[in-house]
């Protein structure tokens, strides 16, 4: 669902508070936090979505990764979850859902967490996710509101996966690219994570469906500052921008461009295909985390120990302000 | 009078087949023109995006729900399908210009920042004196000439040169040569660029 559309439905919906409830749907992040003891606190999460790729197995892992993640970007360890699936029985027989249970099953053990359960339902179109339980320490939970003047801003995956799956799905991707893909959407945030606790950061989110900027723009507008990034700086899938500048560009850019445009400047030279990938929705992302300038060679470092091949420095919190992002062109 | 044109209708079709519709139908016909009717903004600019990409003139005009996008292709619009033909950078120095070598150093990033958006397909690099270290450890270009390499692009590094900057065992992307090899690039690629 588009940032726009979104926003307008939660606006609407009943707001609950409770002295608990440290982290609900007042000020919008990765997931809920409710403490039970002071030195406990339960993440929730749940994410499902349509297959973005056709070999089903990989498309588990995707979905389980994705859901995954937004625990991680809590601060949090992901304990237990529960299977969600909309699947055509009649039309697609059983070995595909086995494949795509597989698939998630493989990955929550992957990231030390068990499936308790699950839940399907008869739909023509399969839909697969999770609905993720972790803990956390309520000290040490890490939101979207936290970035400080000063702090740089650390991506831990490359941009592109919405344009690639696009490609994909109209057969202009080849094998390699379609290999890169699958691999970067179904790696777990929990190494960048890891890297994350051990080092403090001020805050964190992961880079999902509304894209880089519109993930930027929820972190800037929660911690009151403005954000400055340097297009140089971001990095992109292979062919990524190639695609992009053919016209290989998913729907949901426009969706993501319109929600968020009106917060973002522009100066210098940026190439309409890097600004189409600045919107691209991301699936399965990386995480975004705002670091002070005193631990950013530690966590680059303590990121590229976890096998995060590629952290990138993309850009800096300028200063308190409304939100606001200057992307600096060339 | 109308020009003829072909027309393609890609109404009620999903993403990405308004773009691979157009393509499909801009490499098939024989005919100048192209007419695409489409029923979405975004259809219209991606297939505008597709056009401006194969260096084709387009325009599009909407009419009521849709949207009319006519694409004009060049004389040479094979060509436009093919890779382009083989480009050699001889890259002397790690500073691009004259004036300042802060700014030199940056501009040389930006280049090949800007370089590794078209892809690496019939490029060939050559980094020479202070120029090999942008194929080493620590450069600020690295990413970019790692992504080019992937995609096809070849880069060389002097060796002389890297020694000499005793940089042999930090090169980083491509492979170490000499100037025989450079020189018979040089004679052999029709485009050469000296940065």
């Known amino acids: 669902m588009g940032p726009g559309a979104l926003a307008e439905i939660l606006d609407h919906l009943p707001k609950f508070e409770h002295p608990d409830l440290l982290v609900g749907c007042g000020v919008p992040d990765d997931a809920g936090v409710y403490r039970l003891r002071p030195d406990l606190a339960l993440v929730q999460t749940v994410d499902f979505f349509t297959p973005v790729v056709d070999d089903p197995y990989t498309f588990g892992q995707i979905a389980a990764a994705n859901a995954l993640s937004d625990i991680y970007a809590m601060g949090g360890t992901p304990l237990t979850a529960l299977n969600l699936v909309a699947y055509p029985l009649c039309t697609l027989g059983v070995a595909p859902l086995q494949e795509i249970l597989r698939g998630g099953g493989d990955k929550v053990a992957e990231a030390g967490a068990v499936i308790v359960g699950g839940h399907s339902i008869q739909d023509d179109e399969p839909k697969y996710g999770l609905a993720v339980t972790g803990i956390v320490h309520p000290d040490q939970i890490v939101t979207n509101a936290g970035a400080q003047p000063g702090d740089w801003l650390v991506l831990t995956k490359p941009l592109g996966t919405g344009v690639l799956a696009t490609a994909l799905k109209g057969g202009l991707l080849d094998p390699e690219g379609e290999r890169l893909l699958g691999e970067t959407m179904s790696a777990l945030n929990a190494g960048a994570a890891r890297a994350m606790r051990q080092v403090g950061v001020d805050a964190c989110t992961d880079i999902t469906g509304f894209g880089l900027l519109g993930h930027l723009r929820e972190m800037a507008c929660n911690s009151g500052v403005d954000l400055e990034i340097d297009i140089t700086a971001v990095p992109y899938l292979p062919q990524a921008r190639k695609l992009a500048r053919q016209g290989v560009i998913p729907a949901g850019t426009s969706n993501n461009k319109e929600y968020v445009t009106p917060y973002v400047e522009w100066t210098g030279a940026v190439s309409p295909a890097e600004q189409d990938l600045l919107f691209d929705p991301q699936t399965s992302g990386g995480l975004l985390m705002a670091v002070p300038e005193a631990k950013k060679e530690l966590l680059l470092a303590a990121l590229r120990q976890e096998g995060i091949r590629r952290p990138s420095v993309i850009g800096w919190v300028v200063g308190y302000g409304a939100g606001r992002i200057m992307i600096r062109g060339i | ?195």
């Open chain 2, 1 to 195: 009078m109308e020009n003829q044109s072909d027309v393609v209708d890609v109404r009620g079709l999903a993403c990405p087949q308004p773009v691979i519709r157009t393509r499909q139908a801009l490499e098939a016909s024989q005919q100048e023109r192209l007419t695409v009717v489409a029923d979405n903004e975004t259809a219209r600019d991606n297939i505008v995006k597709l056009a401006r990409s194969l260096s084709c003139g387009v325009e599009a005009e909407q009419r009521g729900a849709e949207f009319y996008i006519s694409i004009t292709k060049p004389e040479d619009f094979g060509a436009a399908l093919e890779p382009l033909e083989s480009q050699l950078f001889l890259v002397a120095s790690n500073s691009l210009g004259r004036g300042s070598e802060d700014l030199g150093k940056l501009l040389m990033k930006n280049f090949f920042y800007t370089l590794s958006e078209q892809g690496g397909l019939g490029k060939v690099i050559i980094f020479i004196n202070s120029g090999v270290s942008l194929a080493c450890t620590g450069s600020p270009a690295l990413d970019y000439l790692l992504e080019l390499e992937q995609d096809g692009a070849e880069i060389f590094a002097c060796g002389t040169c890297l020694d000499y900057f005793k940089l042999k065992d930090q090169l980083s992307v491509g492979q170490v040569t000499n100037l025989y090899t450079i020189l018979n690039y040089l004679q052999k690629v029709p485009r050469v660029i000296y940065l």
